[in-house]
Nanobody, 122 residues
Framework: QVQLVESGGGLVQAGGSLRLSCAAS????????MGWFRQAPGKEREFVAA????????VYADSVKGRFTISRDNAKNTVYLQMNSLKPEDTAVYYC???????????????WGQGTQVTVSS
């Protein structure tokens, strides 16, 4: 069992930056691949980024490639999403999730956080 708690969301102007954190409970955090998803009002939940358990593999959605960076610190049971050059279309609730293996679709993940709101003003 893994419990996930996101933080770091907020309101930022277009072009600004935010860093999201996702703190995990449980001793097995280091064995899970981690992902970030987002969901805007009226839209499907979409993949943002994922990282393998040992950081060897990172995957990004085309819409965030070059602007967002996913990282993790297994000693701190935490995964991060650094978001730069934010755009109004990045506005959404952002969720972190844990999976037995790296995946880019929501059904591939076993555990989810409650989400944190990111709002980018124009």
């Amino acid at each position: 069992q893994v419990q996930l708690v996101e933080s770091g969301g907020g309101l930022v102007q277009a072009g600004g930056s935010l860093r999201l954190s996702c703190a995990a409970s449980g001793r097995t955090f280091g064995s899970y691949a981690m992902g970030w998803f987002r969901q805007a009002p009226g839209k499907e939940r979409e993949f943002v980024a994922a990282i393998s358990w040992n950081t060897a593999i990172t995957v990004y959605a085309d819409s965030v490639k070059g602007r967002f960076t996913i990282s993790r610190d297994n000693a701190k049971n935490t995964v991060y999403l650094q978001m730069n050059s934010l755009k109004p279309e990045d506005t959404a609730v952002y969720y972190c999730a844990a999976s037995q293996s790296i995946a880019t679709i929501a059904p591939g993940y076993d555990y989810w956080g409650q989400g944190t709101q990111v709002t980018v003003s124009s």
